[in-house]
């Protein structure tokens, strides 16, 4: 499986926790997270014929072109919800709120139950290239990852993204969330995993 890697990382990261050893979940951890994750993927949708980069199991499931687009317009997102948490006032007195919350992004973003993506996420048929999306998607994601190497530990922890247009209640702190960003590609490996291992899935010539 091509997400064993990454998962054998966050079992890393949930061992350090268990034992109260040095945590491993710091700035760079997040940072070749953010990196090895868009690896994987590029790595195993990049190398897709037309016809496989085009092909859907089924009418109501996705290709790997809309799994690309998916991930392309999720990364815009995301990226402009971390920037406002650090555009706005930093609340180091909040810290104890999400102190926990690492594991709980974790399991939110893996967990098998399936998500509904915002319809701002829904790809809508990109008539580009392969080529073109994916280093679309290549772009977006450094841009996530120039922003977490810009901020330092204390402002990734101290920066809140809120659950209300209140902003009162934080439920992840700016490096929860860009974790939740990295591992988003993760989930979305099972689904490229699934429609590579479609009985149907057209083969590459031989030659």
């Known amino acids: 499986m091509k997400i064993v890697a990454t998962l054998s990382l966050l079992l890393c990261f949930s061992g350090a926790a268990q034992t109260q050893t040095a945590p491993v979940h710091d700035k760079e951890y997040l940072i070749s997270l953010l990196e090895s994750t868009l690896r994987d ?11 496989q980069w085009n092909f859907k199991p ?18 815009i997102q995301m990226y402009f919800e971390v920037l406002m948490a650090f555009n706005a006032p930093a609340h ?8 926990g919350n690492d594991s709980k992004a974790i399991d939110f973003i893996l967990e098998d139950g399936k998500h509904v993506a915002n319809r701002m996420m829904v790809p809508l048929g990109y008539r580009g290239s392969k080529e073109s999306l994916l280093q679309a998607l290549k772009d977006r994601r450094q841009m996530s990852i120039d922003l977490a ?27 929860q969330d860009l974790l939740v960003f990295a591992l988003h590609i ?6 490229v995993d699934s429609i590579q291992s479609d009985p149907n899935y057209p083969r590459a010539s031989s030659r």
């Open 186 to 191: 993760t989930r979305h490996m099972r689904q």
């Open 41 to 51: 993927f590029t790595a195993a949708a990049g190398k897709a014929t037309e016809a």
């Open 92 to 99: 180091p007195e909040l810290r104890a709120q999400t102190a």
């Open 149 to 175: 190497r810009a901020k330092s530990e204390e402002e990734l922890r101290t920066h809140m993204v809120y659950k209300d247009k209140a902003n009162k209640t934080p439920i992840r702190d700016a490096y």
């Open 58 to 75: 089924a009418p109501d499931k996705w290709s790997l072109a809309e799994v690309a687009e998916h991930l392309m317009l999720s990364e």
